[in-house]
């Protein structure tokens, strides 16, 4: 999910919003920067809302690429993966979805529950992402993430208008801290939950490990580690690309790559996003149209995606992608929605749909794929901020044909 960052003026206008402001005293906890902990991740499956997923994501993705804002919606997602995080103290605990691809963490007013270390920093805080805006409050309160990570005076946004998250209490984001500028009215820019972590040293270095297990195996569920990266998800070892130089990529968790299918070269290296909260894999629409060419698929109406019979899928070769020195291979499996959640995305039961969509805009435009939840199940992602770059890594899932 990829937020815009337009002026607040608009809302600045507006009467202030009454709201009671209690002052922050945190309770005390260790301060010493720890081994790297994990935060564990549930998968849900959306039984609602929008089911065609390949038209939601591809109306987001070209507003990220005009620098305008994000057109995700949680409702529109038909895999969201969420974590259970405590704010205040004592806490009280929200389901809120993941995304590496925003920067600003914010709690549903609804849900909010004030304690003694909620605090109202006079600021607002709006957050623009194309299917509606997240705006309210800017507070500063303590984060409990589990029982290792906890952190003081962190940015939460408390939204009176929001989107329209069934289920959900609210956003934590990952993303890089530039994405937070301008976002709040009396700041430049926030810290974001990883740069709160390691300035207050609870982590010795700003690295986020994600893993995710694909939806359609024995244990469809996922895991963030904070300051580093959990090695028993991993079969080899962890290669790492910097941050692409190309804007506007280079705001996000942005990387260079080149795809083939079989050894058909389809995408010269070009940028690009790393984003978990995107679900397909999106190219730009030439090189979709020779994967489309390639693989035969039609372009099913119902799911927005390629469909292909069982005898194409006997005949698929497997999708390259170059990133720096190494080629990630993503299977025929790899490469095919999990059939049997085919009725979450209005599919038949017997069909065939492939998870390689086209962005709706041709390369060249410095943001030209999304590599979203669909490949980031098949390899292990460390997001680097210490060091500005991606890494990633192969686990017992990259060969799986679970699907």
């Not at 070009?270 to 994967?291: E, N, R, W």
Request: charged content about 15%; glycine content about 10%; overall charge negative.
């Amino acid at each position: 999910m990829v937020p815009s960052t337009r002026s607040l003026s608009f809302l600045l206008a507006l009467p202030a919003l009454a709201f009671f402001s209690l002052s922050a005293s945190a309770l005390p906890h260790p301060r010493t920067a720890s081994s790297p902990a994990t935060l564990k991740l549930a998968v849900r499956i959306n039984s609602y809302g929008i089911k065609n997923i390949a038209a939601a994501d591809r109306a987001r993705i070209q507003a990220r690429q005009a620098g305008g804002s994000s057109s995700i919606s949680a409702t529109n997602n038909v895999m969201l993966y969420t974590a259970d995080i405590g704010v205040g103290s004592p806490p009280t605990y929200y389901t809120v979805l993941v995304d590496t691809g925003s920067s600003n963490t914010w709690i549903e007013d609804e849900a909010y529950k004030k304690t003694a270390t909620s605090h109202d920093t006079g600021g607002i805080f709006w957050v623009a992402y194309g299917s509606g805006d997240v705006a309210g409050e800017e507070y500063t309160d303590t984060v409990t993430l589990n029982s290792d990570l906890v952190i003081d005076n962190q940015s939460i946004g408390v939204a009176r208008v929001s989107l329209g998250t069934e289920g959900l209490d609210g956003f934590l984001g990952l993303g890089p801290v530039g994405l937070t500028r301008g976002t709040v009215s009396n700041q430049g820019q926030v810290a974001t939950v990883m740069d709160n972590l390691y300035h207050q040293e609870t982590i010795s270095s700003e690295v986020l490990g994600v893993f995710f297990a694909p939806a359609s195996s024995d244990n469809s569920s996922g895991e963030l580690t904070f300051g580093g990266y959990d090695t028993s998800k991993i079969t080899g070892g962890v290669s790492y690309v910097p941050i692409t130089s190309t804007s506007p990529a280079s705001g996000y968790w942005g990387i260079n790559q080149s795809i083939s299918y079989g050894d058909t070269l389809i995408l010269d290296e070009t940028a690009g996003i790393v984003d978990t909260g995107t679900t397909l894999i999106y190219i730009p629409s030439d090189a979709f149209d020779k994967y489309q060419s390639a693989t035969g698929g039609t372009l099913d109406e119902a799911t927005g995606l390629l469909k292909i019979s069982s005898d194409q899928y006997d005949q698929l070769s497997s999708l390259y992608l170059t990133i720096g020195e190494v080629t990630y291979e993503l299977t025929p499996n790899a490469q095919i929605w999990p059939r049997s959640l085919n009725s979450a995305i209005n599919g038949t039961s017997d069909g065939i749909y492939l998870v390689v969509s086209s962005s709706g805009s041709s390369s060249g435009s410095g943001d030209d794929f999304t590599n979203g939840y669909c490949f980031l199940e098949r390899f292990y992602s460390v997001f680097d901020t210490t060091n500005s770059q991606v890494g990633f890594a192969t686990t017992e899932y990259t060969y799986a044909t679970t699907n």
